[in-house]
């Protein structure tokens, strides 16, 4: 089975401008989340969905970042305008809701905000 | 809210010896679930192993396994005989409440094992 896929796995952008981040979880999966990573601040939740609702999205920065599910095979994280502090890792992870035991992550897509 | 603490940022251990990388976790939630990630310097997350809050008995996958004192709030993992492909970045997290919820992380602790 095809685990998470993120796209792309890595970005380099200019500050003000858009980025979207994608992801596609397993299939079957209901749940998913967005993390960010970053030397200072360490695993981020972001924000999650579960059966393509957001439920949490209180560990969004702010405004200029939006996450969206249109279906259950599709997740993107926008950040508009991007900033260089924006810089880190940020993953996708996925899971069933009842099943206890395991996040899937994404191999996570490395931003740089030049 | 829930808290995550790993207070080893950095662990030197010779090959084959066991290793006990140390968390502490803060929840007012009766029912949550413990968690280990490891992060290789390839940058993935793997899921090592899963601890319930109700669960009887000290989980294990493997040479890990979960040393849970619910009392102490702690949840350690152990590595027994490690090996140099242990070498990587280990997490632990935690799931409050109902299973749809987002993990709470620690900091990390940096294991390095040496021949």
């Known amino acids: 089975d095809a685990g998470v896929i993120q796209s792309p796995r890595h970005e380099v952008t200019e500050m003000g401008q858009e980025v979207t981040l994608r992801c596609k979880p397993i299939?079957?999966?209901?749940?998913l989340f967005w993390y960010r990573q970053t030397m200072m601040r360490g695993l981020e939740l972001l924000i999650y969905?579960?059966?393509?609702?957001?439920?949490?999205d209180s560990g969004m920065p702010e405004d200029r970042f939006s996450a969206k599910m249109p279906n259950a095979s599709f997740s993107t994280l926008k950040i508009q305008p991007s900033e260089p502090r924006d810089s880190a890792v940020y993953f996708c992870?996925?899971?069933?809701?009842?099943?206890?035991?395991?996040?899937?992550f994404g191999p996570g897509t490395r931003l740089t905000v030049l | 809210a829930q808290k995550i603490t790993q207070t080893q940022p950095g662990m030197f251990v010779q090959e084959k010896e066991a290793v006990t990388l140390d968390c502490t976790y803060d929840?007012?939630?009766?029912?949550?679930?413990l968690f280990w990630y490891k992060q290789p310097s390839s940058g993935e997350m793997i899921f090592l192993i899963y601890?319930?809050?109700?669960?009887?008995q000290n989980a294990t996958e493997g040479r890990y396994s979960l040393n849970f004192q619910k009392a102490r709030k702690s949840a350690n993992l152990v590595i027994s005989a490690s090996q140099l492909g242990d070498s990587a970045m280990y997490f632990c997290a935690m799931r409050a409440g109902g299973g749809a919820d987002g993990l709470t992380f620690g900091k990390g602790t940096h294991l390095i094992i040496q021949p």
């Open positions: 992870a996925s899971s069933r809701t009842g099943d206890y035991n395991e996040q899937f």
């Open positions: 969905f579960n059966n393509n609702v957001p439920i949490d």
């Open positions: 601890q319930g809050s109700y669960d009887q």
């Open positions: 929840t007012s939630d009766p029912s949550y679930g």
């Open positions: 299939s079957g999966h209901n749940s």
